[in-house]
């Protein structure tokens, strides 16, 4: 009996919190009802003792990546593309100790430029490829351009990224098209779907499939009745069957891949991985990726998906589109209030999955990073995360803000640890805070010296239930070192 009434009491508490979370408005970071001018104060950031703060640069558009030459002058690149489909131009641009900028080269329609690296009088630039495909970019003190690399598979939901130089190669990552493998509605809802109605994921190997197919409003119908069946890998309205084998190709989607300094051929690093934004080498050589969690939207939703910090095998796979951090996503915790877990789209496991170096918050966007390499500095050998935020509505619901900071991870203990965040009573973006403070942290570099770690701290980004609109001229550069 006593079992009864516990099972009893646990279904309605069940069902009370299911109630609250249909019923209750998402409340994210980007959930603004005004957008404001942006202000700089520094009194409304949060650091540990014995730290400071300070903007090196302001007024930038859709800032993403940094780096630094020789001589100590910053490189920042602007995007040129974000999501809700605006469009500017992506830039190199120098930016001198005083703040002042100055554009080195100009790209053209083919943004978002999501990353920089420099080695040896060049810069090398993700050019993610929203229009006309993902490239490999190598740009000289005289602002030419040479493409070392082009027509990666990156017009759908994420881009090409990084880029790093290591050891005579230059890594880059190749994100997913879609959430979780399937062509859908959100896709078009994305801007991309009307655009290349015939792409989809592409898998490094062969993967043989279960066959499911997910049955969704036709959205490229002009009859608004007409109906679509789509399954995995493979173009919207396109059903599989069981036992159906995905041939892999290089470049593939989801992946981190390597190419020669010089030029040449992309090399498969690791695959499986739905989103791995940022990279970096710690002092012995290792590449550790973050990567961008399923989100609970489209035809196969994932529920309280964690972003992770992995450290990085070679030819090894990391679990898309059937796990997330190493757990099979039909397990309950994945499975959205009132829905179905999502089932296996894949017969087989291609590899035994690595174990996560750290989780991160769910929806918190956590993109680009680098190690502390001072002990001037401190915590030499740890991570540091720019955690972007969410972008509820659009990505899942959520009751607060999540990310709009940047984190500190231990990779020997996984422990996670704030490091820069906005003051007040909750965490939020400073726009949401109404305050002075850091907004979307996007990429994080230290110096040369080690001594100094730079933000690039996006913009304002609103968030609307019909998508994002970001706001041009609020990018900042920080910069975080200790007082004297």
Not at 21 to 43: F, H, L, W
Not at 220 to 243: C, H, I, K, M, Y
Not at 350 to 374: E, R, Y
Request: hydrophobic content about 35%; overall charge negative; charged content about 20%.
């Amino acid at each position: 009996m006593r079992g009864v009434l516990s099972f009893f009491f646990l279904l309605i508490f069940s069902f009370t919190i299911f109630s609250c979370y249909r019923t209750k408005s998402s409340d994210g970071g980007g959930n603004i009802s005004k957008v404001k001018e942006r202000t700089i104060n520094t009194e409304d950031i949060a650091l540990p003792e014995g730290y400071q703060i300070e903007a090196v640069a302001t007024g930038l558009t859709f800032p993403t990546g940094i780096a630094q030459d020789e001589q100590g002058l910053l490189y920042v690149v602007e995007s040129g593309y974000a999501y809700g489909e605006v469009w500017t131009e992506p830039r190199l641009l120098r930016v001198t100790p005083d703040g002042e900028k100055t554009v080195m080269v100009t790209g053209n329609d083919n943004g978002p430029w999501n990353g920089i690296d420099y080695y040896n009088g060049q810069f090398y630039i993700a050019e993610g490829g929203q229009l006309g495909g993902g490239k490999i970019l190598r740009v000289d003190y005289e602002g030419m351009i040479d493409t070392l690399l082009s027509d990666l598979p990156s017009v759908g939901d994420h881009h090409t990224n990084g880029p790093k130089v290591h050891d005579g190669y230059i890594y880059f990552s190749q994100g997913t098209a879609t959430n979780s493998a399937i062509v859908g509605k959100d896709n078009q809802e994305f801007g991309w779907l009307d655009r290349q109605p015939h792409f989809h994921d592409i898998p490094c190997k062969d993967i043989t499939l279960t066959g499911q197919n997910f049955e969704t409003d036709y959205v490229l119908s002009a009859n608004e009745d007409d109906r679509a069946r789509t399954g995995a890998f493979v173009p919207f309205n396109t059903t599989t069957s069981p036992g159906e084998v995905i041939e892999g190709s290089i470049p593939c989607t989801g992946a981190i891949l390597r190419m020669p300094l010089e030029g040449g051929e992309p090399e498969l690093v690791a695959w499986g991985l739905r989103n791995a934004y940022g990279m970096a080498f710690t002092d012995n050589g290792q590449l550790y990726a973050t990567e961008n969690a399923y989100d609970n939207r489209g035809s196969r939703p994932v529920w309280g998906a964690g972003d992770v910090l992995w450290e990085i095998i070679d030819d090894h796979w990391y679990g898309f589109p059937d796990f997330s951090a190493g757990k099979p996503i039909d397990d309950d915790e994945f499975k959205a209030p009132g829905e179905p877990a999502p089932a296996p789209l894949l017969q087989e496991v291609p590899t035994i999955i690595p174990q996560p170096t750290a989780i991160l918050g769910v929806h918190s966007s956590s993109n680009g990073l680098d190690f502390s390499k001072n002990d001037e500095f401190g915590y030499k050998g740890q991570a540091f995360i720019a955690q972007f935020g969410d972008m509820a509505p659009q990505v899942g619901k959520v009751m607060a803000p999540v990310g709009f900071k940047v984190v500190r991870v231990d990779p020997g203990t996984g422990q996670v640890s704030d490091f820069v965040v906005n003051k007040g009573r909750k965490n939020g973006p400073a726009s949401w805070q109404e305050h002075g403070g850091i907004e979307r942290p996007n990429d994080i570099l230290f110096s040369a010296d080690g001594q100094a770690m730079y933000i690039v701290d996006f913009g304002i980004v609103k968030t609307t239930d019909d998508g994002p609109e970001p706001q041009k001229e609020t990018g900042v550069i920080w910069k975080v070192s200790r007082k004297p």
